[in-house]
């Protein structure tokens, strides 16, 4: 049967409608046709009771599969609702890098508890992985691989990918060590074990030149080089070149869409572990401290307005235009700014382009300031009868439309060029820039014609 | 040789050094230890007359490997400053749906005799390919796969496998057709060909249930169910269920990266096709009437200022703080809305969490308001020693901030209910909404408050 996307119901709206109502017998059956991480997605949005329920009735082996996709903070809450049997019988079924993500936010007691009721093999696993520092290539790697020795024959390794067990990568490649070293020596496709002489040794057939991720870099760096090779997996290896996990496509996939909307949250002053999961009193306490900062850096905007008070009494309706020219420079800047990050998250532009971006923002921001300036003047003159306060208005704001376009343009390829992250804080930072060259251009000239707007 | 990526030379921007300074032969050195899609990257900041003389020197196969990552854009430059006979041996290599993207960008005249140069069967795949609207599934295609036939022995299977040219995928499945109708019937792995009986008929050893497109589907369609399915990758077929092309997990990360950082462009009124290589003209079309519609949006904070211009013009010190409010509001909202749309944009949240996220925001907006709202007190206070300013600013500030967590951390589940984009223009949208509120509970407060104003 051939499963066209349009041509299939929406069996996951249905599993979490059957959810919502508690009708697990339903829900069950709807999920069937449900992939693990669309049900987990459905899981994280119906009330919990039906979703322990639906995991004990799915069977540990399913359940386990499903919850190793769950946020780790969501499984943390769910097992403090289930027995210390079945929260037991529940981890022991999954893959153990998943298992070691929710042990590092379990309470410890808690934790050795469970830990105690695992096979000692398994045990020792997680507690190893659990080490790695976050977001390292060992914190997110999957230890379950294949490997062979360098002197086995290609009939030896295709018995080896016949007898591996489900939970071991096996589709694509077998990674083969050296005899006695036990280092990472090459690795052989499916495709050249298929073709090759089964008598041969996999020494003869396995290509030698293995891109790998050492066990400390950045799981990142590994998702960027699986991208950009078109690899299905990349190795990890340790200190002695011994393997000890592996990275895959799709779990690259994740860590690059991730990262690619942890870059815009952060752009935004928002922290980019909230998600949408996050309890309320956590989130305050992950957007406060930004926008508090925030009022101290607004606090330039104030001093120039009030160093200005003198021409706001005299022409009170200068005021009214303020926040608009303010605005129009936040969101050009910000326009700007966007462009900017997606170019560099999505490696299209790198740190040589600065003088590119600088020159592209200023060309664009000239005609832009242009047009929106002459735009706003008559719409000030319309609105106000007032022909100075519409030029004066107009040319404060097309210069700050310029100013946005090329700080916003340009910050993130600085602030990249000094090594730290290209997007946190921009945005509030940007409209601080703007608001201040905004009043001041925008009040400077209403002083310097301040006899001529007062006649109006 | 093991490639750890901490160990290896960064030879991407070596190359691309080399370019800059028009040694090619040094670059093409370089490059040999740099992916094709990095080496694409490199392409697009160095002089053009060097990147064609690297392509030139590359020989045809490669050159046109690279290039089939090269913004279409790009190419249709390079293309214009080679000689038709270059770029038409440039193309010929390339893979059909890559050169199809180039296509629809070409002048008529030229690209037919460009196409002209082509074999005939390459040209009315090109041609085929470059029907499909963009978008579809279709347009993304590749048309090189294997397929066998379902009566077919492993054996044969393998054959073909071994016989596949090289720019058919031929690494992961073999698509089965039915003998006579050769409609689309199952798929099997290079897994199960190893592992089965090598006289058993490839029908019995086939998985029948195969996740696929349709040719006018959307591509992100099966980007989606190719990430959450863990899918090496997808058939696509037409209305006769025949099978016209594949998409690869390759693609499906390029696709998903791409679709998300547009919806963080589109959130902040830019353009998700203008990049880092759009020619500042168009991208003044692109940004230049968001901006303009922008400035009517405004007119709402500047008409209830204007009718407070009475209150202005008794305490003009009021006007210093008019840009924090809006600016606080405005930060606040987009923070909030960030959080939203990435939710959202990853799948974490739908449509039904609409209430919760209300409720979310509600209390994250409430604890935020009344501390943001009391630190702005005692800086208002302290900064004009006006206790009374401290406190109308501060409440108005407490309650834009609720205002503009509640309006941004929900906006995007509205839009998206009304089945629009949930991102696009929201933050210009949102500030203008908050710019209203702030300013309205500001001066409305001031001007309640005004006779003890005065006295400060």
């Not at 929260?87 to 050795?112: N, T």
């Not at 290209?422 to 251009?441: E, F, S, Y």
Request: proline fraction near 5%; include cysteine.
């Amino acid at each position: 049967m051939l499963l066209v996307a349009s041509s299939m119901h929406d069996y996951a709206e249905q599993t979490q409608q059957f959810l919502i109502e508690g009708d697990i017998k339903a829900a069950l059956k709807a999920a069937r046709n449900v992939s693990a991480l669309r049900t987990s997605q459905v899981l994280t949005r119906v009330p919990l009771e039906n979703v322990i329920a639906f995991l004990l009735q799915s069977g540990w082996e399913k359940a386990a599969y499903v919850a190793g996709y769950l946020p780790p903070a969501f499984t943390v809450t769910l097992l403090g609702q289930m027995s210390e049997d079945d929260a037991g019988s529940l981890l022991a079924e999954m893959a153990p890098e998943k298992f070691a993500d929710v042990l590092k936010l379990l309470p410890e007691a808690y934790a050795s508890r469970l830990l105690d009721q695992m096979d000692p093999v398994y045990r020792q696993r997680v507690m190893q992985l659990a080490e790695y520092p976050e977001g390292t290539a060992g914190s997110v790697m999957s230890p379950n691989f294949l490997t062979v020795d360098a002197d086995s024959h290609i009939s030896e390794v295709i018995e080896a990918v016949r007898l591996a067990p489900a939970e071991v990568e096996r589709t694509a490649y077998v990674f083969v060590l050296h005899p006695e070293t036990q280092r990472l020596e090459g690795v052989v496709s499916l495709r050249e074990l298929m073709l090759g002489d089964p008598k041969a040794k996999v020494r003869n057939v396995m290509t030698s030149d293995v891109f790998a991720i050492a066990v400390d870099e950045p799981a990142l760096e590994a998702a960027r080089r699986i991208r950009s090779r078109r690899l299905k997996m990349m190795p990890v290896v340790d200190e002695q070149q011994a393997m000890v996990g592996i990275i895959s496509i799709g779990q690259s996939m994740d860590l690059l869409a991730h990262e690619l909307a942890d870059e815009f949250v952060a752009m935004n002053a928002a922290s980019p572990d909230e998600s949408f999961y996050t309890p309320p009193r956590q989130a305050v306490k992950k957007r406060l401290p930004w926008m508090a900062a925030n009022i101290f850096l607004n606090l330039g905007a104030v001093a120039v307005i009030s160093s200005f008070e003198n021409t706001i009494v005299q022409v009170a309706i200068l005021a009214a235009f303020l926040p608009m020219i303010t605005d129009m420079g936040g969101n050009v800047g910000i326009q700007a700014l966007s462009v900017s990050i997606r170019s560099i998250a999505l490696g299209e532009a790198r740190l040589i382009d600065f003088w590119k971006a600088v020159r592209k923002e200023l060309v664009i921001g000239l005609f832009n300031g242009v047009a929106l300036g002459a735009l706003f003047c008559v719409v000030a003159y319309v609105l106000q009868g007032n022909v100075i306060l519409g030029v004066v208005a107009g040319i404060a704001l097309g210069i700050n439309v310029l100013v946005a376009g090329v700080v916003g343009g340009t910050m993130p390829f600085l602030i990249k060029r000094m090594g730290k992250d290209p997007a946190l804080m921009t945005g509030p930072i940007l409209t601080t820039i703007t608001d201040i060259t905004g009043v001041t251009i925008y009040l400077g000239l209403a002083t310097l014609f301040l006899s001529s707007l007062m006649v109006g």
